[in-house]
């Protein structure tokens, strides 16, 4: 495992920019997840890092050494792709060994029978290591496909949407436990989604990605509660922030300049017909939790309720601001 | 718009019961989703209501009206496949218009229909664009016109945002709500994601092996699960089970868990000894040192507003969703503590929820 650096950073395809200037440092057993929509520069990053792409501009460090003039191979990276290519041919075990047995590696064969076994076990799949890897379902295929990156122990783990390819639940508990297994194993994680839950639930620092930029980097808690901007603040939070003038809703004291003010539930405070100055337009019932649609003026927002609350469509109700977060005209944070 | 009524409807292919003996009532003006993993009938189910298949018994009324016979040209519905079908050579105006020409409406008429129409999806203001140029978005909302335009009886949609990613999905959703709240259209949704169903529908039939394991509005069928399998499919993390081998009697309050005594709605019916499970909803778990229910902490997954925590208990992994102003470490002990107006029993055997007054109580408003 080690740290990984990237500076200045730059790749263009013809036209098209894919990214600029990135800077981003990876700690020795971090996880981070770079967070951004299609073509916005995630993958390229992954690329790049791997060797499978030349930056026009800037250095690439793992553990160091500038790896600039090194192949693929000689990086020390294992990538896992969001489409699972296990050997057909193969059981599960002889998946999981195959990157073992390259000549360079000069394992032992019980060494690798020990890690085959410990990474199986990980990844829960050691009930089926004699299977024909064909005969997987595909959950277990991709347990299998990070399985095989995992057992290779290199400087770092380049992920480009895994878990995509799965079905909500399986997703949902191969993100507890790729954390799980990347704490326990202390490696080194860089993973790209544009699924905002997969990077708020997994992430040590989450860098948000926008037409080739890194827009910021921070624990999930920073970029949710403090972000830098709006296209930041609009990434994160189901429901979506309510982005509003400054001068609908009450509570609110905007600093100088003020053009939008965010207000994620959180953030708002209210009370059934009282000084009413918003109205329940509908209400989504989630089951753990209802949505709130409430029209103020001619703005609609959502807010988060609990199920038990008193309240109903048509309700007239006093909407009030706390703390919410303030942007200016070019969607910059004020404080 | 009309009332679609479904009785005791069946369809086999060969030897495969796609699906057995349904009945159902769409009321007039009313969105109901039928939910399930593929494979359960839902699918099949539309297509009969449609006329796109025969059932193999029962009878499909719509608007009063047998119609289980009828040809899908005469039955007055709109079926919504993916939304994206639009005729890449015209413009908005015309690609909306276009299910009136066919029918031979007069001119003038068509087009105030069809300004009408983009008026209710908020497009009026591109009805001269041409289609090909437009954002994802507004060509949904373009084909969502094409469908409404004629003013079906009934609108079917299959799985309309299947392909879509998750953030659009989620503003695709409030729209289609928004806009059956705006026109009231009698609307038969199918779909496998639960939280579309949660969001949208009026009433969700759950269906799995071709039957409909329970029928209710949203509220009833998250609050009080008529099967394990409805508990297991619905919300996000779903129902945790705690199994335990005990018998019950009617009156009984609480059960016995791993020897800890744990309080439940009342029980409404005697029960041998048996395999059962205690279902808990993730957010009716808390947290309290006092708790005699203790387990070890597995992962937690910060969502901003709140959290899920993971824990290992002798019964099985847990989740509970709970403030996310709290940090846990993984390993950290805690105990946990249920609403207990809030349990749901199970027969695991059967997988049916043991009767109690958890199922009797009045509806939250």
């Known amino acids: ?335 | 718009m009309a009332d679609i009524r479904i009785e005791n409807l069946r369809k086999e292919f060969g030897s495969f019961v796609a699906v057995q003996d349904s009945s159902f009532t769409v009321h007039d003006g009313e969105f109901l989703a039928l939910l399930g993993p593929s494979g359960c009938g839902k699918t099949t189910t539309l297509r009969m209501i449609a006329g796109l298949e025969l059932p193999s018994s029962g009878k499909i009324y719509l608007d009063g009206e047998d119609v289980t016979f009828n040809r899908a040209s005469a039955r007055d519905i709109a079926f919504v496949f993916q939304l994206f079908a639009l005729y890449p050579h015209m413009n908005v105006r015309k690609n909306i218009g276009f299910p009136l020409l066919s029918q031979g409406m007069a001119k003038a008429e068509i087009r105030a229909r069809a300004e009408e129409t983009a008026r209710l999806l908020q497009i009026d203001h591109i009805l001269d664009r041409s289609v090909s140029g437009l954002a994802g978005g507004d060509r949904q909302r373009v084909a969502l016109g094409r469908a409404i335009v004629r003013r079906p009886k009934c609108f079917l949609m299959d799985e309309p945002l299947g392909t879509l990613d998750a953030e659009f999905r989620e503003v695709m959703v409030h729209e289609l709500r928004e806009l059956h709240n705006r026109i009231h259209a009698t609307t038969v949704y199918v779909t496998h994601d639960q939280h579309e169903a949660m969001a949208m529908a009026d009433k969700i039939a759950v269906m799995n092996h071709g039957v409909i394991e329970q029928f209710g509005t949203p509220q009833e069928i998250y609050a009080k699960p008529a099967t394990m399998y409805v508990a297991d499919f619905i919300g996000s993390p779903p129902m945790n089970f705690m199994r335990f081998t005990s018998g019950l009697k009617s009156g009984d309050r609480s059960i016995l868990l791993d020897g800890i005594d744990v309080a439940v709605p009342e029980i409404h019916q005697d029960m041998a000894e048996s395999e059962l499970a205690l279902g808990v909803r993730p957010e009716h778990i808390r947290f309290s040192d006092a708790s005699a229910l203790r387990g070890a902490v597995y992962g937690s997954e910060y969502l901003g507003t709140n959290q899920v925590v993971a824990v290992e208990t002798p019964g099985g992994l847990i989740r509970a969703r709970v403030p996310a102003n709290r940090s846990f470490r993984i390993g950290e002990r805690v105990g946990l503590e249920f609403n207990p107006a809030k349990l749901a029993l199970f027969d695991c055997r059967s997988g049916r929820a043991v009767p109690s007054s958890l199922y009797q109580e009045t509806r939250h408003g």
């Open chain 1, 1 to 335: 495992m080690a740290d990984v650096v990237l500076r200045n950073l730059a790749k263009r395809f013809g036209d098209t920019q894919a990214l600029a200037d990135l800077d981003l440092s990876i700690r020795d057993g971090e996880f981070v997840v770079l967070l951004g929509p299609t073509g916005a520069g995630k993958t390229t990053t992954l690329r790049l890092i791997a060797g499978l792409e030349r930056p026009d501009s800037g250095r690439i460090e793992i553990g160091g050494r500038n790896v600039a003039t090194e192949a693929p191979a000689e990086r020390d990276v294992a990538f896992v792709f969001q489409q699972y290519s296990l050997y057909p041919h193969m059981t599960v075990y002889e998946n999981l060994a195959f990157p073992l047995k390259a000549p360079v590696r000069k394992l032992s064969a019980e060494e690798i029978d020990r890690r085959v076994r410990e990474v199986a076990r990980m990844v829960r799949i050691d009930h089926k290591l004699e299977n024909r890897s064909t005969r997987l379902s595909g959950g277990e295929m991709q347990r299998v496909a990070i399985g095989r990156a995992l057992v290779r122990r290199p400087a770092i783990y380049l992920m480009d949407e895994p878990l995509s390819s799965l079905d909500a639940k399986l997703r949902a508990e191969l993100r507890l436990e790729l954390k799980r297994i990347q704490k326990e194993l202390g490696s080194t994680l860089l993973y790209v989604t544009h699924d905002q839950v997969e990077a708020m639930t997994m992430a040590d620092r989450i860098g948000i990605v926008a037409e080739g930029r890194l827009m910021q980097v921070g624990t999930p808690r920073e970029i949710y509660g403090n972000p830098a901007n709006l296209h930041v603040a609009a990434r994160l939070g189901q429901p979506h922030i309510n982005l509003l003038p400054a001068d609908l809703l009450p509570g609110g004291r905007p600093p100088a300049g003020t053009q939008t003010v965010g207000a994620r539930t959180e953030h708002l405070d209210i009370i059934v017909g009282k000084d009413a100055n918003a109205e329940i337009d509908w209400i989504e019932h989630l089951g753990d939790q209802n949505h709130l649609h409430i029209r103020a003026g001619n703005h609609k927002l959502v807010t988060l309720a609990d199920p038990y609350l008193a309240i109903a469509p048509g309700d007239r109700i006093s909407l009030t601001l706390r703390d919410p977060l303030y942007f200016d005209a070019a969607g910059q944070r004020l404080s």
